[in-house]
């Protein structure tokens, strides 16, 4: 457990994801029945369906709210800790929340407890409101030096009948107003600080240098972005590896030899975040997936799909999920949610007494599947 808090304290905690929702999660504890019998904690952004899940432990069997606390946060903090094969980004939440006050409560004494960092400690209770979130599109996020809008009020640049001025500091942020400039101080005057100094993250390097410059798509000038200096800007190396190692597998040119130039020694480390990689861009998830909504960081209308050929062991794993999507799409319907009432029938009638080691596939399926979450809608 000491470990597990470790890590956990350790991974970025932005206040929104990668695509600009926001970073908050609601989570709670449902029963699979079928041996081996056991509980699965469930973690929801209630905005984009992304789902993580961890487990199964006895939890709902347990005595009190406290000894069932102590259970949960072991699966909760795993489900945040681990990566998916949807290859996104890891990271703690902002805010998360669950269902009643008693579990809450007791949740928050046992991250306390345990030396969770105090200001993840605090456990909302789901309002009302968040069931309206789960209809409501998603708010854009925008990244330095994305010239396409304006990135306070998020409204693309065609809206507006003056071209977007950009912040003179950094030179990467872009604004229709003053107004919005101001507005916006707040939130961008560490990233421009930084920005202005010529510190970039690979990921902000990809943004506003390697987008623009032709000169730059070359592995070897990749390179010049050490992952040491990834580490610095994100604590964990794989996580700033998402998209370098994205577009090379989207493009079919994560060879060996390239593999090595961009990620240098760092190359055996990422290993694994090279196979979840690869599996999501032969699953291409489709618009509406909460997989597409996540990834809609890494799009760039630039690049032409064109990943390498899946192995056996690729195409089986690929088989299963699209079996598993064909259940739920029976269930369900099409751009809808399962519930987890939905997966706990699903994954009984698909893998039996299997169903533990089979919840990785079970994840990727529903997080490549169209569930309707609007990507990057607008409500203007
Ligand atoms: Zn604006
Ligand atoms: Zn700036």
């Not at 000894?67 to 990271?91: G, Q, V, W």
């Not at 030396?115 to 909302?124: A, D, L, M, N, Y």
């Not at 032709?214 to 700033?240: E, G, H, L, M, Q």
């Amino acid at each position: 457990m000491e470990e597990k808090v470790l890590r956990f304290n350790n991974l970025p905690r932005p206040n929104t994801s990668p695509t600009g929702l926001p970073n908050h999660w609601v989570f709670g504890v449902c029963h699979v029945d079928l041996e081996p019998q056991g509980d699965l904690v469930i973690a929801v952004n209630p905005k984009s369906s992304f789902l993580k899940q961890a487990g199964p432990a006895q939890i709902l069997k347990l005595g009190t709210a406290a000894e069932k606390a102590e259970a949960t946060i072991s699966c909760l903090l795993d489900a945040f800790i681990k990566a998916d094969a949807t290859n996104s980004p890891t990271f703690a939440p902002w805010t998360w929340s669950t269902l009643d006050s008693v579990t809450a409560q007791a949740v928050q004494d046992a991250l306390k407890k345990h030396g969770v960092k105090s200001e993840i400690c605090r456990v909302g209770v789901c309002t009302a409101e968040e069931i309206d979130i789960l209809e409501s599109p998603p708010l854009l996020t925008v990244f330095p030096g994305d010239i396409s809008r304006c990135h306070n009020c998020r409204m693309s640049r065609e809206s507006f009948f003056v071209p977007l001025k950009k912040c003179s500091k950094c030179n990467s942020a872009y604004y229709h107003s003053r107004g919005c400039q101001k507005d916006h101080w707040k939130d961008h005057k560490h990233d421009c600080r930084r920005l202005a100094s010529g510190t970039y993250s690979p990921l902000e390097y990809y943004d506003i240098k390697a987008s623009v410059d032709p000169n730059a798509p070359s592995p070897r000038k990749r390179n010049r972005v050490s992952i040491s200096s990834t580490v610095v800007a994100y604590k964990r190396a794989d996580t700033a590896c998402g998209l370098p190692l994205h577009r090379l597998v989207f493009t079919g040119q994560d060879t060996p030899a390239n593999m090595k130039l961009l990620f240098g020694q760092d190359v055996k480390k990422i290993k694994t975040d090279h196979e979840d990689a690869r599996i999501q861009v032969l699953l291409d998830p489709p618009v509406g997936s909460p997989a597409h909504v996540f990834n809609l960081q890494w799009h760039d209308p630039s690049l032409t799909r064109a990943p390498r050929p899946a192995t056996e062991a690729e195409e089986n794993m690929i088989k299963e999920v699209r079996q598993i999507q064909a259940m739920i799409r029976n269930r369900v319907g099409v751009g809808k949610s399962p519930s987890t009432n939905d997966m706990k029938a699903i994954i009984v009638e698909a893998f039996g007494a299997n169903w533990v080691d089979k919840l990785p596939v079970y994840q990727l399926a529903t997080n490549t599947i169209d569930q309707g979450v609007p990507a990057g809608g607008h409500r203007y």
